[in-house]
Nanobody, 123 residues
Framework: VQLQASGGGLAQAGGSLRLSCAIQ????????VGWFRQAPGREREFVAA????????TYTDSVKGRFIISRDNAQNTVYLQMNRLKPEDTAVYYC?????????????????WGQGTQVTVSS
């Protein structure tokens, strides 16, 4: 399984970016997909996740109401729309796939990881 994250870049505080995660090598529908992020000197943390069907999502509290995770099963792609960005959102963002039964938020729960894409938010 290969996950390819893209869409990162530089944004001003209050701006928006949309990240994409393209998945190849396994039937897309068997994976829950999550987004995680890691800032310099910090642990990798959960951001958002979506179920196989796209029918259920979950978010960490700090991004609720600002970020939206979605998936297009026809395109084998998961998106993270990031709005009202803040400097504290600056991090490398990773997408990951989970073959588990329920939607999970722990880094150890996810079996497959992409390479990461840098998001930098200036104040």
């Amino acid at each position: 399984v290969q996950l390819q994250a893209s869409g990162g870049g530089l944004a001003q505080a209050g701006g928006s970016l949309r990240l994409s995660c393209a998945i190849q090598g396994r039937p897309f529908g068997v994976l829950h997909v999550g987004w995680f992020r890691q800032a310099p000197g910090r642990e990798r943390e959960f951001v958002a996740a979506v179920t196989r069907s796209g029918g259920s999502t979950t978010y960490t509290d700090s991004v609720k109401g600002r970020f939206i995770i979605s998936r297009d099963n026809a395109q084998n792609t998961v998106y993270l729309q990031m709005n009202r960005l803040k400097p504290e959102d600056t991090a490398v963002y990773y997408c990951a796939g989970d073959t588990g039964f329920v939607l999970r938020t722990g880094t150890k729960d996810y079996d497959y990881w992409g390479q990461g894409t840098q998001v930098t938010v200036s104040s």
